[in-house]
């Protein structure tokens, strides 16, 4: 005969906060809100982009590397930098050395990102264009490594206008869940 003993772990108490507009929000509704690799968040909005330290939300403008700061979807990567996707392209940004480099860019400004994040694999970081491509850009030295069509048709009607993605980069398999009811 044997026993088998279990033990409950213990409770751990969680600290949450919120915020808003009076406490330094740009605005009380976000587009998308991520992490860096030195543990500060970021926040995307309609009109803007800020990063808070746990104390204090700083607005962080236009500037080399960066030229929108609207509307940016982001992508944490597994070394702790940060990618971030807006009308004009995407651009990468360092948290140890507090830079952004722009890394691919379109031609015009879009008047919403033409470009949003999908998953990272090894040194490879997917993104899915508007314009029905799967781009992969190496995150070593930023050079785009990969550019196909997705399967979808020539007709940019049926391409769907939102989407969600889940992967398994060791598998190097990624699902893409698209709306076309939008």
Known sequence: ISFLTSYAQP???LNSFSYNINDGLLQSSIVDMDFDGMGFMWLSYETGLQRY????????????GLPDNQNIKFLKSKNGGLWLCHS?????????????????SFETKNSLPAIWPVNEDGEV????????????INETNFQVIKRSRFPF???????PAEFQTA??????EILICFDRSI
């Open 167 to 172: 992967g398994s980069p060791s598998e190097h």
């Open 53 to 64: 330290d746990g104390h204090n939300f700083s607005i962080v403008l236009p500037q080399k």
């Open 153 to 159: 048709s020539t007709h940019t009607e049926e391409e």
């Open 88 to 104: 004009k392209g995407v651009s990468y940004y360092n948290p140890m050395t507090n830079h952004f480099t722009l890394v691919f």
């Open 125 to 136: 970081v997917y993104f899915y264009s508007a314009d029905g491509y799967i781009i992969g």
């Open 11 to 13: 409770l751990r108490r």
